[in-house]
């Protein structure tokens, strides 16, 4: 008998590895013979810990577990009560369109014959016969574009590496997910951290660079222990080191843990945090793509643009860029979170609706209770309003509405939501966080906190002030930390000004 | 306890496992953490020696990141989530109950050393919140009852 059962972060915060120590002790008292995988997650974070037992039919979901759910495992399977039925039928699986996260949740994440049993290493293997321009142009072609949030085209950036003329260069993959809302890229490579690996190691070939590292932050333990083991497992099979594939092409990389600060999800603090100085903002230019890493030409990419580079090459770049929507090609793993009901990652082509991903993926509130805010982006993206809910998911579509996608997080607030308190804590979050380096966002958060604390005390004469201080915060930032700080505070002040004024009422 | 010789002595060991690596200081200072549960004051001069780095830029790098510790943490660590994901599901009442619970405001230590409380932003459990890490321990979907049950499991109380 074949047990999935996800080592997630998700799933074993909610008691997985409990679970899997209950099913191997229910087996054993049995005298069954159980195979369990630990997986990664399919994404339906409602149904974690979501265990899904191997039949002929397919795999069949049950969740979210408790200890007291294990023995049902073992009887009648249809009978139990948390019996999901196929778990590719259901509706949260059906509608997607899994290009980057194809494999996560179906495969074991450390085993290389089942990655390359689901089109694992088919991207590498084509590379392999094309030289360094004709991969840089595919990239180009797929429309491809950051999704760590400044949208910059993957391509464009390649070429400036692969271009450029250095004794080294480097790939550095960007897992400082610090954003709230988001887990797509801890959520891929706790999954499928090979395809990572072959995304970056693509990279590498690509822009003639030959040592990779991936800076994950610490928050994320199990990332770095998967990672880590998947690079050592790649290295061991020649897949990475003096001759990749047998290609005479040399690519190794190094699994690096970041130090709790926030700004180093910026790629110039990152660059210097792994260069092991104080993660503070460097100024551009010079761009990172030509004096990077240790001052050599280095690409900055987020997980989530790398991973999505095999299925480029093993499916060809007019087939990615056949998704989306205006500039916004191929899919996005749209994360799902805060108060909602069924929350997760649904990777879908750029364009739906925000309504449509809150009201019908999401399916309204946890609470029950109205919605009143999205938040899309993370801590430096706006809140959204219901009267917004029409804006399609793009990069242009939402920057055209005040907003960013980001790294396309969104939070879900119901009417219990105080805009005020928000709009504080993205001034208060931002002053912990600033790296120090600048002014408008170093002093201009401390002042943001204390303007709006005015305001909360009834002193509308502040509320002018708060958007003097967001204009100056905003263009005179030297990264996006000061710079976009601004957003949540703003739109939350636009869109719910009965927030702000509603304490100065009270004291009247 | 290891007394400075030992330190000393292990601060070496570390630096040596190292040797050679691009950007090294941050990889060190988690080891030397991983050893002592925090970096001690003792092996900045050390660290700064083999990089051929002044004692402040060490001491500048070490205290830039909320990670290092310049002085042990209790024997238990207690990380609740404060980001929004978390607080849209009551992260700031839960964060609150714990807080009276174990009589302990953010980044203190109680007095008997046995639990520090500290506020981390994001787990990436944002679609299971409140969340936290207890010890290296995930916890999601979090409510008083859960924190609770957290804080008896190690020993320290929780709410009557």
């Known amino acids: 008998m074949k047990i999935y059962l996800p080592l997630d972060s998700a799933a074993v915060a909610l008691g997985a590895d409990e679970i899997a120590e209950a099913i191997r002790a229910e087996a054993a008292a049995r005298g069954v013979t159980v195979e369990l995988i630990r997986n990664g997650s ?72 089942d990655y390359r049993a689901h089109g694992g290493y088919a991207g590498l293997t084509r590379t392999l016969t094309m030289d360094a321009p004709a991969m840089v142009a595919e990239v180009t072609a797929s429309g491809l574009r950051g999704r ?91 897949l990475l080191g003096a001759s990749v594939m047998g290609s005479g092409k040399a690519f190794d990389m190094e ?23 104080r993660g503070t903002v460097r100024a551009k230019p010079p761009l990172p793509a030509l004096e990077g890493f240790l001052g050599k030409p280095t690409v900055v990419n987020n997980v989530i643009s790398l991973a999505s580079i095999p299925v480029i090459f093993e499916k060809g770049a007019e087939f990615y860029k056949g998704f989306g929507l205006g500039r916004s090609r191929g899919t996005i793993p749209l994360q799902i979170a805060g ?19 809150v009201e019908k993926i999401a399916g309204g509130t946890a609470s029950g209770r109205p919605v009143k805010a999205v938040q ?73 906190v204390e303007t709006v604390d005015r305001i909360a005390r009834g002193d509308a004469a502040a509320i002018p002030l ?8 905003k263009a005179g930032s030297l990264c996006a930390l000061g710079g976009f700080t601004p957003y949540p505070v703003l739109s939350a002040l636009t869109h719910f000004p009965d927030d702000f004024h509603a304490q100065k009422e009270a004291a009247e | 306890m290891l007394d400075s010789a030992n330190t000393a002595q292990r601060v070496e060991e570390i630096l040596n496992d190292h040797k050679g690596m691009e950007g090294a200081l941050l990889p ?53 989530c404060r980001a929004e994901s978390c607080q849209s599901m009551g992260a700031d009442r839960v964060a609150g109950h714990a807080r009276q619970a174990l009589g302990l405001d953010w980044h203190e230590t109680s ?50």
């Open chain 1, 255 to 277: 699994i690096r843990t970041g130090a709790g600060a926030y700004v180093c999800g910026e790629e110039t603090s990152l660059l210097n945090s792994l260069e092991g100085k």
């Open chain 1, 42 to 113: 399919r994404g339906m974070v409602w149904l974690e810990p979501m265990a899904e037992v191997d039949t002929p039919e397919g795999r069949l979901a049950f969740g979210p577990m408790n200890l007291a759910d294990v023995p049902g495992l073992f009887g009648d399977l249809a009978a139990h009560p948390k019996a999901h039925g196929l778990t590719a039928a259901l509706p949260w699986m059906v509608a997607q369109t899994r290009l980057t996260f194809a494999r996560v949740g179906l495969i074991d994440p450390l085993s290389l014959a």
């Open chain 1, 376 to 448: 899309v982006g993370g801590p430096l993206g706006a809140y959204f309003p219901r009267a917004l809910f029409d804006t399609p998911f793009g990069y242009e579509e939402f920057a055209g509405k005040d907003g960013l996608i980001g790294h396309a997080g969104l939070t879900v607030f119901d009417d219990g939501a105080d805009m005020l308190k928000m709009a504080r804590f993205a001034m208060e979050f931002c002053a912990i966080e600033s790296c120090g380096k600048c002014t408008p966002c170093r002093i201009g958060a401390v002042r943001g």
């Open chain 1, 466 to 473: 708060l958007t003097d201080l967001c204009a100056t915060m």
């Open chain 2, 28 to 80: 060190i200072l988690h080891a030397v953490q991983a050893e002592f549960g925090h970096v001690p004051q003792e092996s900045l001069p050390i660290i700064a020696k083999a990089l051929n780095l002044s004692r402040a830029e060490v001491h500048g790098v070490m205290s830039f990141y909320h990670d290092f510790r310049a002085a042990p943490a209790g024997r238990h660590v207690v990380k609740l």
């Open chain 1, 339 to 357: 108060n909602v009901k069924h929350g997760g990652l649904y990777e879908i082509a750029f364009g739906l609706t925000l309504g449509e991903i």
């Open chain 1, 148 to 238: 760590g949030g400044a949208g910059f085209p993957t391509g464009i950036k390649w070429k400036t590496v692969s271009e450029a003329k250095a004794d080294r260069k480097y790939i550095v993959c960007n897992a400082d997910e610090g954003d709230s809302a988001t887990f797509a890229d801890r959520m891929l490579m706790e999954g499928d951290p090979f395809t990572l690996i072959e995304g970056m190691t693509i990279a590498g070939l690509a822009c003639g660079a030959t040592k990779g590292f991936v800076y994950i932050r610490s928050e994320y333990p199990i990332a770095i222990d998967i990672m880590t083991k998947a690079v050592a497992l790649a290295r061991a099979e020649g």
């Open chain 2, 111 to 160: 007095a008997d050393g046995r639990v520090t409380l500290e506020p981390v932003f994001c787990l990436g459990l944002c679609a299971c919140g409140p969340a936290a890490i207890v010890d290296g321990k995930l916890h999601g979907r979090l409510d008083e009852a859960k924190v609770d049950a957290i804080l008896r499991d190690l020993d320290l109380g929780g709410a009557k």
